[in-house]
C-alpha cells in the first residue's frame, strides 16, 4: 500500500509529465485529446510544485525512492530552491503550451493545405516550392512559396510537439529535484534530448544547421559533467549531494578543485556563461517562437541552478574559484550586452540579452554569502519570467509585423498599442526600472556586493550598472524601431503579417506578462522566501540533515579504504 | 595503468573527430568521448584492486563495485540515442550545411546540380581558373 505523505508529493513533477507524454505519444492522432493530456498534466505539476513550495518551507522534502536506504537508493530532495524554482518552470511551461497550441490551432486553418502537400513531402525542394505556390494561390491565398514551406513545416510535426514538450517538461523538474550527482545528470540529459527534437522541429535547413551546434556543445558540456561525476565518485564513494557534501571537504584540495571546475566547465557551459555562451545566440533565435521562449526562460536556469546547488553544498569556499566566477560574470554581463546593442534582430538581441543577464546570477553564487545567494535565487525566479515572456511577445511582434528585423518593423505603438504594451513592461523589468522585480533583484546584488567590500566587488557593482543601463539601451532602441518610428509601408498596407492577432496567443502573453508583474506585487514574500533558501543552502548542514534525519553516517569513502589499502 | 591508457586513447582520438567538419565524424567522434568517460566511470569503481564476484568468494572488499556499472549502463544508453540523433541530423542536414568539407564525391555531385551558390563555393575550392571548366553542366 503506499502511504500517502508530503513526500507523495515530490516525484509527481517528474512522472506526471513522463506518463502523460507516453500517452501523448501513443494518441498521436488525436490532437484534441492531446492537448488536454497536456495541460492537465502541466496543471497537476503545477499544483504539486506549488504544494511542495508551501511544504519545503518547513523543511525540505525528501522521498527515498524504491525504500531503499538513502546512501544506496536514490532521493528526490525538495528544499525551498527547488521548490520555487519548480514552481515558476511550471507556470512558464503551461502558459508556452498554452501559447503553441494557440499557434497549432491558428495554423490548423492551414492544415488541409499543409495536408494536400505533405505527399509532395518526399519530392525535391524545388518541386515542393512550386508545388505549394500552386497550392496557395489555388485557394486565393497571396503567400510567397519560402514562408508557406515554412509554415507547412511548422504545421506538420504537431503530433510530436506535445509529448516531446512533456519530456522536456519533465527533465527539467527532475534536474530540479535529482539528489545526487547521477540523477541530476539523467535529467539534464532528458531535458536536453527533448530540446534537441524542439530545436530542429521541422527540419528547415536554418534549424538543421542550429541545432548541430547546440547538439555538439551540449553534448561536450554533459561528457564533461559525467566525468566530473565520475571524479566525485572516484574520490568519495558516493554521488549523493549529502554524502558528498560531509565528504569532500575531507579529500585532498587539488583534486577536490579539479572536480569542482569540472562540474563547473560543463554547467557553466549549460548557463551559458561567458566563454562558453558562443553558442547561444546562434541557436535559439531559429526555433519556433514557443520553442525558445521555453529554451530562453529555462534551460540556462537550469544550469544555474545546478551552479548554485553544487557551489553552495558540495564544496567549501575557495576565494580563488570564487574570484574566477566574478571575472567572468563580469566578462558575461558585458559581452553579452555589447553583442545585444549590436543586434537588429530582436530575437538575436533578447538571446544576447539572456546571455548577459546569466552573468547577475553568477555575480550573485560567486560572492557566496547568504545575501548574495538570496538575490541571486531571486534574480532567477524574476528572469525566467521576463525572458519567457519577452520572447513570446516577440513572436506575437512577427505575427503582426511580419518580421523581427528592427529594420523592417515600425509603427507598432499605433496599429497595436495592446502589444506595446505587451513589450514595454517586461523590457522595462528587464533592464531594471523600479519599482518592478528586476530592479529588486539587482538592488540586492548591488548591496552584496558593496558588502563584500572587494575592489573586484565593487568593479562588478559599476559593471552590473553598466549593463542595466546598456540593456535599456538595447531595448529602448528596439522599442523606437519596432514601435515608435514610422510604420514601413509593407506593414500598413497590410502586405506582411497578421492586422489582429489571435486572442489565444496574446492570452497567455499576457498571463506571463501579469505574473512578472506580480512577482513584484509579492515582491516582499518572495524575497523574504530567497532568504530562507540562501539561508539553508548556506548554512551548510540543513540540506545533509534533511537527507539523514537520524545524523548521518559519514561512513568511509573510497578514497580512504584506498589508501588504507595502499598501505600495507 | 591500462584503463588510463585507453580513457586516453579514447578521448584524443574523440576531440580529433569532434573538430573535423563533417557532421557524421563529429557522431563518431562524440561516440568516441562518451566511451572515454564511460571507462573512466568503470575505473572509478576501482578496477585494478577489485574483482568479478564470481567463484564462491564474495568478499565486499575485492568485488566489483556495481554502482559505477549502473552509472555506465544508464551512460551508454544516452549516448547511443544521442548518437542515433545525431547520425540522423548528418544525413538531414548533409545539403544544408554550409559548414561541411566538400568530399571529392560530393563536389562531383554538387556540380551536377544547378544551385548557383555551391558553383562559386567549389570555384573558390578549385581556384580562380576552375569555373570555366565547370560551367557545362550547369543549365
Redesign the interface.
Given at each position: 500500500m503506499i502511504e500517502w505523505s508530503a513526500g507523495t508529493l515530490v516525484p509527481l513533477p517528474v512522472l506526471v509529465p513522463l506518463f502523460a507524454a507516453g500517452l501523448t505519444l501513443a494518441l498521436h492522432r488525436h490532437a484534441r485529446v492531446q492537448r488536454v493530456i497536456s495541460v492537465l498534466a502541466l496543471l497537476l505539476m503545477m499544483g504539486s510544485a506549488a504544494a511542495l513550495v508551501v511544504l519545503a518551507d518547513q523543511g525540505a522534502v525528501v522521498t527515498v525512492i524504491g525504500d531503499w536506504a538513502v546512501p544506496v537508493g536514490i532521493n528526490l530532495v525538495a528544499d525551498r530552491l527547488s521548490a520555487i524554482m519548480l514552481l515558476v518552470s511550471t507556470v512558464v511551461l503551461l502558459c508556452v503550451l498554452w501559447y503553441s497550441m494557440a499557434q497549432g490551432m491558428v495554423d490548423s486553418a492551414a492544415e488541409d493545405r499543409a495536408n494536400a502537400r505533405a505527399e509532395v513531402w518526399a519530392q525535391g525542394r524545388q518541386d515542393r516550392a512550386r508545388e505549394a505556390a500552386e497550392a496557395g494561390t489555388e485557394l486565393g491565398a497571396d503567400v510567397d512559396p519560402e514562408a508557406d514551406e515554412n509554415e507547412q513545416r511548422e504545421v506538420l510535426p504537431i503530433a510530436i510537439y506535445h509529448p516531446t514538450f512533456l519530456v522536456l517538461a519533465a527533465g527539467v523538474a527532475a534536474a530540479f529535484l535529482a539528489g545526487d550527482l547521477?540523477n541530476l545528470y539523467?535529467g539534464f540529459?532528458i531535458l536536453l534530448?527533448a530540446s534537441?527534437?524542439l530545436l530542429?522541429l521541422g527540419?528547415t535547413?536554418d534549424r538543421?544547421?542550429a541545432?548541430?551546434v547546440y547538439?555538439?556543445v551540449a553534448?561536450?558540456s554533459s561528457?564533461v559533467f559525467?566525468?566530473g561525476?565520475?571524479?566525485a565518485?572516484?574520490a568519495t564513494g558516493t554521488?549523493n549531494l549529502a554524502q558528498l557534501a560531509e565528504r569532500l571537504p575531507d579529500v585532498d584540495p587539488s583534486v577536490r578543485l579539479g572536480i569542482q571546475l569540472l562540474l563547473l566547465l560543463g554547467f557553466g557551459i549549460k548557463a551559458a556563461i561567458f566563454p562558453l555562451s558562443a553558442w547561444l545566440p546562434d541557436s535559439y533565435p531559429t526555433a519556433p517562437a514557443p520553442v525558445t521562449a521555453v529554451f530562453a526562460g529555462l534551460l540556462t536556469k537550469v544550469g544555474v541552478y545546478a551552479i548554485i546547488r553544487t557551489q553552495t553544498l558540495l564544496f567549501p569556499p575557495n576565494e580563488a574559484v570564487d574570484r574566477v566566477l566574478l571575472v567572468l560574470a563580469l566578462a558575461t554581463m558585458l559581452v553579452g550586452i555589447l553583442g545585444a546593442v549590436a543586434q537588429d534582430d530582436v530575437k538575436r538581441l533578447l538571446s544576447f540579452t539572456l546571455v548577459s543577464h546569466i552573468g547577475y546570477m553568477i555575480f550573485g553564487v560567486a560572492l557566496a554569502g547568504e545575501a548574495a545567494t538570496a538575490a541571486a535565487i531571486f534574480y532567477v525566479v524574476h528572469h525566467i519570467t521576463v525572458q519567457t515572456a519577452l520572447f513570446l511577445v516577440v513572436g506575437l511582434v512577427e505575427r503582426r509585423g511580419g518580421s523581427t528585423s528592427l529594420d523592417r518593423l515600425g509603427g507598432l505603438a499605433k496599429l497595436a498599442p495592446g502589444l506595446a504594451i505587451l513589450f514595454f513592461v517586461p523590457a522595462m523589468n528587464l533592464a531594471g526600472i523600479p519599482p518592478l522585480s528586476g530592479f529588486l533583484g539587482k538592488v540586492g546584488l548591488l548591496q552584496a556586493g558593496v558588502r563584500d567590500g572587494s575592489p573586484l566587488a565593487w568593479v562588478l557593482v559599476v559593471g552590473s550598472v553598466v549593463t542595466s543601463l546598456l540593456t535599456l539601451y538595447a531595448l529602448v532602441k528596439a522599442w523606437n524601431k519596432a514601435f515608435w518610428q514610422a510604420a514601413p509601408d509593407d506593414v500598413v498596407s497590410g502586405r506582411v503579417g497578421e492586422a489582429r492577432l489571435p486572442l489565444g496567443l496574446v492570452g497567455p502573453t499576457a498571463v506571463l506578462v501579469g505574473f512578472s508583474l506580480a512577482l513584484t506585487v509579492v515582491a516582499g514574500p518572495l524575497y523574504a522566501y530567497a532568504e530562507r533558501a540562501a539561508h539553508t543552502l548556506t548554512d551548510g548542514h540543513s540540506y545533509v540533515e534533511a537527507v539523514f534525519p537520524d545524523g548521518g553516517d559519514r561512513g568511509i569513502g573510497?578514497s580512504d579504504a584506498?589508501t588504507s589499502?595502499g598501505s600495507h | 595503468m591500462i584503463v588510463a591508457i585507453i580513457v586516453g586513447l579514447l578521448a584524443a582520438g574523440g576531440v580529433y573527430l569532434?573538430l573535423q567538419r563533417e557532421?557524421l565524424r563529429?557522431a563518431l567522434g562524440?561516440a568516441l568521448?562518451?566511451h572515454a568517460?564511460n571507462v573512466?566511470?568503470v575505473?572509478?569503481?576501482?578496477t585494478g584492486?577489485r574483482d568479478q564476484p564470481l567463484d564462491g568468494a564474495v568478499d565486499p572488499q575485492t568485488t566489483a563495485d556495481p554502482?559505477?556499472q549502473a552509472?555506465v549502463l544508464?551512460?551508454i544508453v544516452?549516448a547511443f540515442?544521442?548518437t542515433v540523433?545525431?547520425l540522423a541530423?548528418s544525413v538531414?542536414?548533409r545539403?544544408?550545411?554550409?559548414?561541411r568539407d566538400l568530399s571529392d564525391a560530393a563536389r562531383s555531385e554538387v556540380v551536377a546540380s544547378d544551385d548557383p551558390l555551391d558553383v562559386a563555393e567549389i570555384a573558390r575550392a578549385y581556384g580562380a581558373a576552375a569555373p570555366e571548366i565547370h560551367k557545362e553542366p550547369t543549365p
Open positions: 547521477f539523467v540529459e534530448a534537441y527534437v530542429t527540419g535547413a538543421i544547421r541545432g548541430s547538439v555538439v553534448l561536450l561528457v559525467l566525468a561525476v565520475g571524479m565518485y572516484a554521488v573510497e584506498t589499502e | 569532434v557532421m563529429i562524440f568521448l562518451s568517460v573512466l566511470l575505473a572509478a569503481g576501482g584492486r554502482l559505477p552509472f544508464t551512460a544516452i540515442a544521442i540523433y545525431m541530423l538531414v542536414g545539403r544544408d550545411d554550409d559548414t
